[in-house]
């Protein structure tokens, strides 16, 4: 179980927003900034948001990312049929736990 | 652009060792630091290492402390994870992934390990 929290699922129908969130404590998001990754099935994992909120180039900005104290979220916005993936938040937890990832959620588009 | 290629994967028994190599390409290998990260099937991702881009420093998950060690060669380009007395809890698709910007800049396709007897 990780000490970075998930629901483990999420959904929406076509052109809407949903948000995914990621519960953590004072020594991982509360202390760092938090990345967000999409893994399409099958694939490897791709970067999505870094430093809470920054796209990678070539990330659409239907994709954005926002973190207080302890929490962060995701929101997709216009959703698409190819936003149906698991995505993950990660954080550093420091040197002693390393980098921790949330458990993932998995998003299905009605 | 920037290509990462796992080997090294396959069967290993209980207790046995295994070598995981990475060819990176399309990016200065020499300035970046290198993670290993790693999914058991049908599960979540789970950070196993990382090494800073001179060797200097190595993080490790509780979970492999003792038993695996990473390491990498700047003049081949190509990052390494020994993985010694190995478990059946050890089992996932083994990703090698950059540290740019953030853990995860970018993902290799993988390599599977199984541990079974």
């Known amino acids: 179980q990780s000490v970075v929290t998930q629901p483990p699922s999420a959904s929406g129908t076509p052109g809407q927003r949903v948000t995914i969130s990621c519960s953590g404590s004072?020594?991982?998001?509360?202390?760092?900034?938090v990345s967000w990754y999409q893994q399409l099935p099958g694939k490897a994992p791709k970067l999505l948001i870094y430093?809470?909120?920054q796209r990678p180039s070539g990330v659409p900005d239907r994709f954005s990312g926002s973190k207080s104290g302890t929490a962060a979220s995701l929101a997709i916005s216009g959703l698409q049929s190819e936003d149906e993936a698991d995505y993950y938040c990660?954080?550093?937890?420091?040197?002693?736990?390393?980098?921790?990832f949330g458990g993932g959620t998995k998003l299905t588009v009605l | 652009q920037v290509q990462l290629v796992e080997s090294g994967g396959g069967v290993v028994q209980p207790g046995g060792s295994l070598r995981l190599s990475c060819a990176a390409s399309?990016?200065?290998?020499?300035?970046?630091?290198m993670h290993w990260v790693r999914q058991a099937p049908g599960k979540g991702l789970e950070w196993v290492t990382f090494?800073?881009?001179?060797?200097?420093?190595?993080y490790y998950v509780d979970s492999v402390t003792g038993r695996f060690t990473i390491s990498r060669d700047n003049s081949k380009n190509t990052l390494y994870l020994q993985m010694n007395t190995m478990r059946a809890e050890d089992s996932a698709v083994y990703y090698c992934?950059?540290?740019?910007?953030?853990?995860?800049?970018?993902w290799g396709q993988g390599t599977l390990v199984t541990v079974s007897s």
């Open positions: 992934v950059t540290e740019k910007v953030t853990m995860g800049d970018h």
């Open positions: 990660a954080v550093w937890g420091g040197i002693l736990t390393g980098w921790v």
């Open positions: 399309g990016f200065t290998f020499s300035t970046c630091g």
């Open positions: 090494i800073r881009h001179d060797g200097s420093d190595k």
């Open positions: 004072r020594s991982n998001i509360g202390s760092d900034p």
């Open positions: 430093s809470n909120n």
